[in-house]
Nanobody, 120 residues
Framework: QVQLVESGGGLVQPGGSLRLSCAAS????????MGWYRQVPGKQRAVVAT???????NYTDSVKGRFTISRDNAKKTVYLQMNSLKPEDTAVYYC??????????????WGQGTQVTVSS
C-alpha cells in the first residue's frame, strides 16, 4: 500500500537545474531516512544524497556543492535540487525511504524512477 512517486525529471542543458520530488503515500506510521540514488545502463545503482529524519545530510563527492537534498515531513516528501548539471549526471533517479508502517513492520521502499538527461 505504500508508494513513492517521483516527479521533476526531464531534459536539461549542461549548467541547468532541475528539482526532483518524491512523495510517500499510503499507510505510514513514520518515515525515517530518505535518499536519492541514480543508475545508468550497465552500472550499479549508486547513492547520490541521503537525509535523516533529523535533517542530517550526506552527498556523494561528485555532486557536493551542486545538489541539495531536503525534506518536508508534513508532506512526507523528499526533494533533490540539482544545479550546475553535467552530462555525467544523466541517469534514472530513484528515491528511497525507510518507512515504518506499523509498530512491528519497517523496511525500505523505492520509487519508480525518473529520467534526468543533461545534453546540448
Amino acid at each position: 500500500q505504500v508508494q513513492l512517486v517521483e516527479s521533476g525529471g526531464g531534459l536539461v542543458q549542461p549548467g541547468g537545474s532541475l528539482r526532483l520530488s518524491c512523495a510517500a503515500s499510503g499507510s505510514i506510521f513514520r518515515v525515517y531516512d530518505m535518499g536519492w540514488y541514480r543508475q545508468v545502463p550497465g552500472k550499479q545503482r549508486a547513492v547520490v544524497a541521503t537525509i535523516t529524519s533529523g535533517d542530517s545530510t550526506n552527498y556523494t563527492d561528485s555532486v557536493k556543492g551542486r545538489f541539495t537534498i531536503s525534506r518536508d515531513n508534513a508532506k512526507k516528501t523528499v526533494y533533490l535540487q540539482m544545479n550546475s548539471l553535467k552530462p555525467e549526471d544523466t541517469a534514472v533517479y530513484y528515491c528511497n525511504a525507510d518507512i515504518q508502517r506499523t509498530t512491528w513492520f519497517r523496511r525500505n521502499y523505492w520509487g519508480q524512477g525518473t529520467q534526468v538527461t543533461v545534453s546540448s
